[in-house]
């Protein structure tokens, strides 16, 4: 079955920075847009970052310059390198695999606190 697993989450002062991994295995990656999303506390799961097969990068704005999405379909891994936290960007984060309606995977998501 289609498994997505994150790592690399953690507690990290304000302006720091941390680099989350999601593996994928059961599915074929190279042809998934792949994309982080996140939900904090009382709110909402959004959007973060989203990569296609073609490599074509999307991001929310409240992330744009400070965060970058990159996948290696060598490895089935897609990455978040986030700089610039501010607390703002406490949340869980999800690695999500899209490739259609019928075949759209979540991963348990990891845990990133943003505090002094």
């Known amino acids: 079955q289609v498994q997505l697993v994150e790592s690399g989450g953690g507690l990290v002062q304000p302006g720091g920075s941390l680099r989350l991994s999601c593996a994928a295995s059961g599915l074929i990656f190279k042809i998934y847009r792949m994309g982080w999303y996140r939900q904090a506390p009382g709110k909402q799961r959004e959007l973060v970052a989203t990569i296609t097969s073609a490599d074509t990068t999307n991001y929310s704005d409240s992330v744009k310059g400070r965060f970058t999405i990159s996948r290696d379909n060598a490895k089935n891994t897609v990455y978040l390198q986030m700089n610039s936290l501010k607390p703002e960007d406490t949340a869980v984060y999800y690695c999500?695999?899209?490739?259609?309606?019928?075949?759209?995977?979540w991963g348990q998501g990891t845990q990133v606190t943003v505090s002094s």
């Open positions: 999500n695999a899209f490739g259609t309606m019928a075949n759209n995977y």
